[in-house]
């Protein structure tokens, strides 16, 4: 087992990377930028995955799948879009290699040069709307509502394992509409989704609003997202979903025949959450000793960890195990017995502190003496010897309270570190003393909230969907605002 | 709805591409060589994968992800491994667009040359052993048993949807085992998995073999296969699993410490399936009036057309439809309530035999008075009226009715196609004549095999499993042999 962690509260930031490494999540790989997700962390995606995708079916929603490359001319065809993805990206110029002359290995063959250029997706709106143009003819063919789970690819010279890397997996909705109406319902409701998905399985409060324009995603007339709070006070931006208007049918000429027979533009939404998630979820809840996760995710949900010095007593013990292993499975329970006699009861302990098992059991020959079992909490850390008569309903309400009560933490924490400031110099000490979400009014324009970022490094996360109208007047400018944007330095 | 097909029997080449099409399961994109799947087909490929992905996790392995991108020099580590992959692929050479002088679009930033370029994979065995290289240090840390869903780009210049396209998307397991005979039983077990799935789920008997040296993966020692038999007589290999022996380990030097204490190289083994299996289950079953689909990977196992000229008939026969649909469900049966009014009864019938819904039920205003229901397969395009008690029985027997009579149809074709040739007149007359699979004599050499393949077109499929010793002499040579291998014209 690995040894422990740094302390969060010494150096955040190599917490994390050493938990990100220690609970076996994922490791930079020989490829710069890109990251290797282990078995224990994609398992972790894969729980996400799976919640994610039941609640898009349940919406409506259908999979399908579009090309990793995109054309080179497509992203010019959207200005906006071309201005925010053109710039870092990986190009596919070649589509041959050789061998060297000179026997050192394989070279590019120049003689196998692509008349245009492939860019690796950097998002799919482009492509996939140059395939809707042949789907869509008239308004019976609306709506699309059609989701893909893919790679991406944006070139990053800094990288951070989740949070910022070269290579990343994501979901990407994207649907087309025949009514302005109802693709913004749509993009109100596919925020509802990730908003609903993060509070209910991640634990994880997160606020739903609207970007400023300056932080709008390019091609997009409007930009919703969540918002979430990490344990350093900084914010991190947890989905997206962009009401696109006409551009992208306008870029690729996307009509439809309406119902009186006349052509008109289609209405676009995209939408999107990625492995970036998978940031959010261990630097919400985890502590000094590891991983926290949420029951609903967590891939272990209870571990059994037998005490034993003799064989008898371990089958003693596994019989038991193996009782109450398959009970808790009738109840879509995923417990793990680790009876391996390579590492000690203590090294389990650690390693599964580590891994974020949500709750662990502990069975020794004195248990089985007074049927009992020592039950331990991941969140809380507690203990209680429990009998083992009516175990399985017990570790199945100690389940939904490990769920809520990380959750209420998350909340707890993120509503003391919510704080309201009516001056740029307390703004200012906000930020550096404590962090969080600062609640400040703004005077509208992209200038100061450009000024403000370069200032403090704080930006305006979103305009808070909850948004409460009230006059005042801007921290930076004073000049006047209609009310409270929600300030934040982020990831 | 489209009209109807192309017969099989006149043009099986033309057939194939309009089913892809009309059924909604794939088209040509705008990008070379890439196919966009569609909703449709992209829900086949969804259950094919959750099937197959459960057989590998009760077999102990678990998914994980590696990067998109293989650094040139990892390619020419294996000898073989870069002569197969190295000629044909797409090469990453740039990481920056930037606008051009003249304002006509993007172009390539020529100072963001990458030092070395990347290749999009086209399999992952590099990048993963040398990722494996910091996973292994002892015997403890084996056996690695992992998998990855990804996608992979091979250049191809002549493309068929699902059969032969650029990027496609698959499964690689990649294992690392301490013992040489460890890794060959995985190798095996991992065929039968293949063997098991194509089988049991796509109703699809296959041949399991080795392949011959000249057909063997780039780097593997040992290449097994499953082969399918199509409708015209090609054979179509439908998976592989390889033993790779010590090649990688030493190609990227990963070795572990044994019980004794002794270094010693690690065993490994590859395998995957891909999209092509979709290819091969449209081919497998499909008939001239569109998809026929095995229920267990039927996306819409059953679908309720109701027949009606008013809105209360419809209401009457909703009430029916809904309290069968919600039975069945209850059964993990998928069902459709087809109530649009945009289209008639007749349009969804040839709609759904397009799409190879295996259970059609029509219920109309008559059935409600008699209490009867009609029943169409679309296997055997069977109708009979059915009393509505009792239905939800009758339609899971009938499903798995479905199940085997598609795959003993599909046994019995191959039974009929296979046949024994002992001289290369009757061989190539047999090609010719018949197609199918041509069991005979070959003197075990590469020279003949090439030989006959230049001549005949037909290749080598595999040497059988069950493969029976008997001498003999070469069709082609008439040098001795020691049985028969498996020939056929292949995909």
Same mark, same amino acid.
């Given at each position: 087992?690995? /040894?422990?962690?740094? /302390?969060?509260?010494?150096?955040?930031?190599?917490?994390?990377?050493?938990?990100?490494?220690?609970?076996?999540?994922?490791?930079?790989?020989?490829?710069?930028?890109?990251?290797?997700?282990?078995?224990?962390?994609? +398992?972790?995606?894969?729980?996400?995955? +799976? !919640?994610?995708?039941?609640?898009?079916?349940?919406?409506?929603?259908?999979?399908?799948?579009?090309?990793?490359?995109?054309?080179?001319?497509?992203?010019?065809?959207?200005?906006?879009?071309?201005e925010g993805?053109?710039?870092?990206?990986?190009?596919?110029?070649?589509?041959?290699?050789?061998?060297?002359?000179?026997?050192?290995?394989?070279?590019?063959?120049?003689?196998?040069?692509?008349?245009?250029?492939?860019?690796?997706?950097?998002? +799919?709106?482009?492509?996939?709307?140059?395939?809707?143009?042949?789907?869509?003819?008239?308004?019976?063919?609306?709506?699309?509502?059609?989701?893909?789970?893919?790679?991406?690819?944006?070139?990053?010279?800094?990288?951070?394992?989740?949070?910022?890397?070269?290579? $990343?997996?994501?979901?990407?909705?994207?649907?087309?509409?025949?009514?302005?109406?109802?693709?913004?319902?749509?993009?109100?409701?596919?925020?509802?989704?990730?908003?609903?998905?993060?509070?209910?399985?991640?634990?994880?409060?997160?606020?739903?609003?609207?970007k400023t324009e300056s932080e709008r995603?390019p091609?997009?007339?409007?930009?919703?997202?969540?918002?979430?709070?990490?344990?350093?006070?900084? !914010?991190?931006?947890?989905?997206?979903?962009?009401?696109?208007?006409?551009?992208? !049918?306008?870029?690729?000429?996307?009509?439809?025949?309406?119902?009186?027979?006349?052509?008109?533009?289609?209405?676009?939404?995209?939408?999107?959450?990625?492995?970036?998630?998978?940031?959010?979820?261990?630097?919400?809840?985890?502590?000094?000793?590891?991983?926290?996760?949420?029951?609903?995710?967590?891939?272990?949900?209870?571990?059994?960890?037998?005490? $034993?010095?003799?064989?008898?007593?371990? +089958?003693?013990?596994?019989?038991?195990?193996?009782?109450?292993?398959?009970?808790?499975?009738?109840?879509?329970?995923?417990?793990?017995?680790?009876?391996?006699?390579?590492?000690?009861?203590?090294?389990?302990?650690?390693?599964?502190?580590?891994?974020?098992?949500?709750?662990?059991?502990?069975?020794?020959?004195?248990?089985?003496?007074?049927?009992?079992?020592?039950?331990?909490?991941?969140?809380?850390?507690?203990?209680?010897? /429990?009998?083992?008569?009516?175990?399985?309903?017990?570790?199945?309400?100690?389940?939904?309270?490990?769920?809520?009560?990380?959750?209420?933490? !998350?909340?707890?924490?993120?509503?003391?570190?919510?704080?309201?400031?009516?001056?740029y110099?307390?703004f200012k000490?906000?930020l550096?003393?404590?962090?969080?979400?600062?609640?400040a009014h703004w005077d509208g324009t992209a200038e100061t909230e450009e000024k403000i970022k370069e200032e403090t490094k704080a930006t305006i996360r979103c305009i808070?969907?909850? $948004?409460?109208?009230?006059?005042?007047?801007c921290i930076y400018s004073g000049k006047?605002s209609?009310?409270?944007v929600v300030f934040a330095r982020a990831?």
């Amino acid at each position: 087992m690995a /040894k422990g962690l740094p /302390k969060r509260s010494e150096d955040y930031s190599l917490w994390y990377n050493e938990l990100v490494k220690k609970a076996d999540l994922a490791e930079h790989s020989p490829v710069r930028g890109c990251m290797v997700i282990k078995p224990y962390g994609f +398992s972790i995606w894969e729980k996400m995955q +799976s !919640a994610i995708d039941k609640m898009f079916k349940d919406t409506g929603h259908t999979n399908a799948y579009f090309p990793l490359f995109v054309p080179k001319s497509y992203l010019s065809r959207e200005a906006d879009h071309v201005e925010g993805f053109a710039k870092e990206c990986a190009v596919v110029t070649h589509y041959r290699l050789k061998n060297a002359e000179d026997g050192s290995g394989v070279v590019v063959d120049p003689e196998a040069k692509l008349e245009e250029e492939l860019i690796v997706r950097p998002t +799919s709106e482009t492509v996939i709307w140059s395939t809707y143009r042949n789907w869509i003819q008239s308004y019976r063919d609306l709506p699309i509502l059609v989701n893909q789970w893919a790679n991406v690819v944006r070139w990053e010279m800094r990288t951070r394992l989740f949070l910022r890397t070269a290579e $990343f997996l994501w979901q990407e909705g994207h649907t087309a509409h025949a009514t302005e109406q109802e693709a913004k319902d749509e993009t109100m409701q596919m925020l509802r989704v990730y908003a609903d998905f993060a509070e209910n399985f991640m634990a994880m409060p997160v606020i739903q609003g609207v970007k400023t324009e300056s932080e709008r995603f390019p091609g997009a007339v409007d930009t919703y997202c969540i918002e979430a709070l990490m344990q350093d006070g900084k !914010a991190l931006q947890s989905g997206t979903s962009h009401f696109l208007g006409q551009n992208f !049918a306008r870029a690729f000429d996307v009509k439809f025949a309406n119902k009186e027979g006349k052509e008109e533009l289609v209405w676009g939404t995209s939408w999107g959450v990625s492995t970036r998630l998978m940031g959010a979820l261990i630097m919400a809840h985890s502590d000094d000793n590891g991983l926290v996760l949420p029951p609903k995710l967590a891939p272990i949900q209870v571990v059994i960890v037998p005490i $034993f010095k003799s064989e008898e007593q371990l +089958s003693a013990i596994r019989e038991v195990a193996e009782r109450l292993q398959a009970k808790l499975k009738s109840h879509d329970i995923s417990v793990k017995f680790d009876d391996r006699d390579t590492n000690s009861p203590g090294w389990k302990f650690a390693e599964y502190e580590m891994k974020g098992v949500p709750l662990r059991l502990a069975i020794g020959p004195r248990d089985l003496e007074n049927g009992t079992v020592e039950v331990a909490r991941r969140d809380t850390r507690e203990k209680e010897t /429990k009998n083992l008569e009516n175990i399985a309903d017990h570790i199945l309400t100690t389940l939904d309270n490990i769920q809520a009560n990380i959750y209420q933490k !998350a909340l707890d924490f993120r509503t003391q570190n919510t704080s309201v400031a009516d001056s740029y110099d307390d703004f200012k000490a906000l930020l550096d003393d404590k962090g969080g979400f600062v609640m400040a009014h703004w005077d509208g324009t992209a200038e100061t909230e450009e000024k403000i970022k370069e200032e403090t490094k704080a930006t305006i996360r979103c305009i808070p969907l909850d $948004f409460q109208p009230g006059e005042g007047k801007c921290i930076y400018s004073g000049k006047p605002s209609q009310g409270r944007v929600v300030f934040a330095r982020a990831y």
